[in-house]
């Protein structure tokens, strides 16, 4: 195992670059997932990391001594703590972090069944929870148009807890053609809509639109899909964009069940 001690070292130097910087992980086709439970559903998903990053108190954690020991061909660092926490940018470091290759989605539009279409989302944090509620209501593919964040940044890849690591993840779509390609039913959620999504068919092929957390979907995706509101009865105007698309697909979950 190797130590390193310096920010000197080239291959801290690579690693920040790349925690920091959406362009170097779209030339290196590499990332990183930071903790163990990131790095669990991602072996569970059956793939192995490149590189292992640890700390002196990491190796003692039972949890991540486990997760060693499934991968002991996989090379390992020991970074001290403060390069650690540098690279980390958490306020409580994890103790550890893998290096792995970003995968690549061959998924056509018309081979999912149960799609998220994600149109200029930029909150990281909005993007990686609609993410983690696409895995979980069983969605399997997610499509996003050049303007969303970055879907293998750090701050994604915690908020999705794993989420990546089942869905055929697909960035710079052109949503217009994925919904004329789709074979199914697209929805899209309007607060002017007639319809209510409570009395919509969704056990069929389908896929929901969700755009922008300040403009919404833009007209011309909107023209592609049937519009549907979410009833709420409380004094509140709107749902966040997270929020609606949970609410969306595990309506959709529970009528396929």
């Not at 390992?76 to 972090?97: H, M, P, R, W, Y």
């Not at 056509?108 to 929870?129: K, Y």
């Not at 960035?171 to 039913?185: I, R, S, Y």
């Not at 092929?205 to 899909?225: C, H, R, T």
């Amino acid at each position: 195992m190797k130590q390193v001690t310096s920010r000197d070292n080239v291959f801290y130097r690579e690693l920040i670059k790349l925690s920091s910087s959406a362009r170097q992980r779209d030339k290196s086709m590499q990332t990183l997932l930071d903790g163990a439970h990131l790095l669990a559903a991602y072996l569970a998903s059956g793939k192995h990391p490149e590189h292992l990053i640890v700390t002196e108190a990491g190796l003692s954690n039972p949890e991540i001594s486990a997760l060693l020991l499934q991968l002991p061909a996989i090379p390992l660092t020991q970074f001290d703590d403060a390069l650690f926490a540098e690279l980390s940018g958490l306020k409580t470091v994890s103790g550890i972090l893998a290096l792995i290759s970003i995968p690549q989605s061959a998924m056509l539009p018309q081979h999912s069944r149960f799609a998220l279409l994600l149109e200029n989302i930029q909150d990281p944090g909005n993007l990686g929870s609609m993410m983690r509620s696409a895995a979980a209501a069983g969605c399997d593919s997610v499509f996003m148009s050049r303007g969303c964040a970055d879907a293998w940044s750090p701050k994604v890849l915690r908020a999705s807890m794993g989420g990546h690591f089942v869905l055929e993840v697909i960035e710079n779509a052109d949503l217009l053609n994925v919904t004329e390609l789709f074979k199914g039913t697209v929805f899209a959620t309007t607060l002017q809509a007639e319809n209510s999504l409570y009395d919509s068919s969704l056990s069929g092929n389908i896929a929901f639109v969700i755009g922008n957390e300040g403009s919404g979907l833009s007209d011309e995706i909107l023209s592609k899909a049937i519009a549907v509101t979410i009833p709420m009865p409380g004094k509140v105007e709107s749902l966040n964009a997270a929020a609606a698309t949970a609410v969306c697909l595990f309506e959709a979950a529970r009528q396929r069940i």
